[in-house]
C-alpha cells in the first residue's frame, strides 16, 4: 500500500515565499504528467521524511490533488540533510516508469581472503518498470566472488518480473582486483631493489667552496 501525502494548493512563488513555506514545516512541490496542466503543492515536510524512511518510489496524493504520484524529483540542500523541492509524476498502474533504483553489495567475497579488494563501480542503476514493482534496493551477491571475479548488471538479484535495465546490461557493478600501490609504496619499494641512497661525503662541499675561492 502507498503512503499518503496530504498536499495542498500553492499559490504564491519565489525564493522567499518557498522559503517561509519550508519554516513552516512544508515544501514546494509540482504535479504534472498524463497530458495534464502542471500543478502547484505544497507537502507535508514531516509526512515526506516518513515516506523517504519507508524507501517509497511512489505515493497516494489526497487533498488538492487526488491520485497516484512517482517522487520523480527530490532536490536537496548542499550538505543532503534537508529536502527543498519535490517533482512528482502522475502515474497508474498500467504506467512504465524509468527510475534510479540503488545496488547494495550482500555477503562475503573469498577474493578478499586471496589478497584482492572489493570495488563497488556502480551505485545506482535506471530500469524500467510499473509503478507498483518499483524495487527498493538491486543487490550484488558477492559470496562466490574470486579474485579477478566481476559481476555484471544482469547478475543482480531483485530486479522484479517484466523490469528491464534501460543502460547496459553487461556494465561491470562489482570487481575483487588485487590492490593498488599507493605512489609512497611504490617509491619504497623502488628504493628497496636499487639500494639506499648514496651517502653524502663529510667536507665535500667545504672542499668544494674552497676550490671555488682559490680560483
Known sequence: MSDVLEVAAREQHGK????????????????YGHGEESVSLSISSDQLRASLRHGAKVVQLAGAAKCQALLKDIQWDTFQQYVL????????????????VPVSLRGEAPGTHEGGVIEHLIHHLEIETSPANIPEQLQAN??????????????????????TFTGDADAVIVQ??????????????????????????????KDDDEQAEAK
Open 142 to 163: 558477492v559470496n562466490e566472488l574470486h579474485l579477478g571475479g566481476l559481476l555484471k548488471a544482469s547478475e543482480l538479484s531483485g530486479l522484479p518480473e517484466g523490469a
Open 16 to 31: 522567499l515565499r518557498n522559503r517561509r513555506l519550508r519554516a513552516s514545516g512544508h515544501l514546494p512541490a509540482v504535479l
Open 176 to 205: 575483487c582486483v588485487e590492490p593498488t600501490a599507493t605512489p609512497s609504496e611504490e617509491d619504497s619499494a623502488e628504493e628497496a631493489v636499487s639500494g639506499s641512497v648514496e651517502p653524502e661525503v663529510i667536507g665535500q662541499k
Open 85 to 100: 523541492h519535490v517533482d512528482l509524476l502522475r502515474v497508474d498502474e498500467k504506467d512504465r516508469v524509468k527510475i534510479e
